[in-house]
Each structure stands twice: as C-alpha cells, then as structure tokens.
C-alpha cells in the first residue's frame, strides 16, 4: 500500500533557486492538502485542494504555487526559495471532509 | 496564542504508567484528531472523534464538547509508546482544514 508518496525526502536549495516538491496518493481521496512544521509550532496550511482543479490557500501561502490537475498528484513549488522556507513540509490526504488526514513522510528542505 | 492548547509539552514516564495529555481548544468545531509522530518519522493518525471516547488497545481518547477539552490516555505505557503526540481541530466548513496543538513530546522509560 502506497497511500501518500512525498519526494524527494531531503533537499538542500540555494536562495533563489526554484523547486517543485511532489505528492502523489493513490487512494482516490478528494482532499489534499500542504503543511510545514517548524520547531515550536504547530504545523501550518499552506495549501489545499477540495478535488481536481480546485486549490485555495492556507494560513501561510506566500512564497508557494499548487496546481491539482489530476485527483493523485499535488505538487507544490517554490517559486524563488528563501531561507525562512526551511523547514520539514507534510502532504496529506483525506476521502471527505472530517475524515481522517493520511500523511506521507514528510520532505525536509534547507534553503542556504 | 495557539487557538489549540495542549499540556503538558514534554512527559517522561516510566514503562508501564499510566499517561494523559490534554488538549484544549477555543470555539465550537467539527471534529478533534489525534496525531503521533515517532522521531524524524511520519504522521499517524491515530483518533477523529467529535464526541464521547474511542479505544484503540492501549489507546483511549475521550472529547468533552461543552468544555472544549479532549486528553489522550495511554494504558501501561511503553518504550514504543514514545513519540510527540499532536492535537488537531476541524473547525467546520467545506475545506477540511485542520488547526493544530503543538504537541506533546512523550518519552517512556524502561
């Protein structure tokens, strides 16, 4: 059981530099959404999708693009990488609203 | 100040003790989660409840909406029970979006 698949898992970027990091579920699960985790805080939106299509922002978007052309996938990018976006970034998925999130591992960034 | 509260922030217990950790939340909601998280490790899921109290083995969480207060209890704890545990609310509405605690860091010891 694949559930939800992060890549890559480590990633050291310059500042400046852009990426995409990728979430995949193969549980047919309308909703996906994008967190960071922080030493001390909690973990934080930054980005979800109800379904194919359709994405809004979280509590901290700036300095982050989601696209969710297909039900699977939900990459999110990084449009310029700033040192305050290091950090450890969760994808999650669930079948309906108040269901429970499944987690992939997780992608810890560094930005230098 | 976090709208999801939860105490304490770290809890050293030894093998086989009983452990409670709470949670407290400031408006109405949707639905409460209990998360764990072992060391560099993933998400688990572990309760979604809205009200009363689950059991899943050692694990036992209970909710009480009038109060806005959930806790996590774990039964004869155990080594492998270490892990941050993490709290998080629905809020309601059509988006899922959960606010989350910042955790409980449990360390049991043999």
């Known amino acids: 059981n694949a559930g939800v698949t992060q890549t890559p898992k480590f990633q050291v970027l310059k500042t400046g530099q852009s990426m995409t990091l990728q979430c995949a579920q193969d549980?047919?699960?309308?909703?996906m959404s994008w967190y960071r985790q922080d030493p001390g805080m909690g973990l934080r939106l930054i980005h979800y999708?109800?379904?194919?299509?359709?994405?809004d922002q979280g509590e901290v978007p700036n300095g982050y693009n989601v696209s969710r052309s297909t039900t699977e996938d939900f990459p999110l990018r990084l449009l310029s990488a700033a040192p305050s976006q290091t950090s450890v970034y969760f994808c999650?998925?669930?079948?309906?609203?108040?269901?429970?999130?499944?987690f992939g591992d997780g992608t810890r960034l560094s930005i230098l | 100040k976090n709208e999801v509260e939860q105490s304490p922030q770290n809890l050293t217990a030894q093998e086989g003790e009983f452990i409670t950790i709470n949670c407290s939340y400031s408006?109405?909601?949707?639905?409460l989660h209990w998360l764990q998280q072992h060391p560099g490790g993933g998400i688990v899921s572990l309760f979604m409840?809205?009200?009363g109290k689950k059991k899943h083995g050692r694990l036992i969480a209970t909710i009480n909406i009038q109060e806005k207060h959930s806790s996590l209890h774990i039964t004869a704890s155990h080594p492998r029970d270490s892990a941050v545990y993490i709290c998080?609310?629905?809020?309601?509405?059509?988006?899922?979006?959960?606010?989350f605690g910042t955790g409980t860091l449990l360390a049991v010891q043999p």
């Open positions: 998080a609310v629905n809020y309601g509405g059509a988006t899922n979006k959960l606010i």
């Open positions: 408006v109405g909601i949707s639905a």
């Open positions: 999650a998925s669930s079948w309906a609203l108040n269901q429970p999130q499944h």
């Open positions: 409840l809205s009200s």
């Open positions: 999708s109800v379904g194919a299509g359709i994405t």
């Open positions: 549980m047919n699960h309308e909703y």
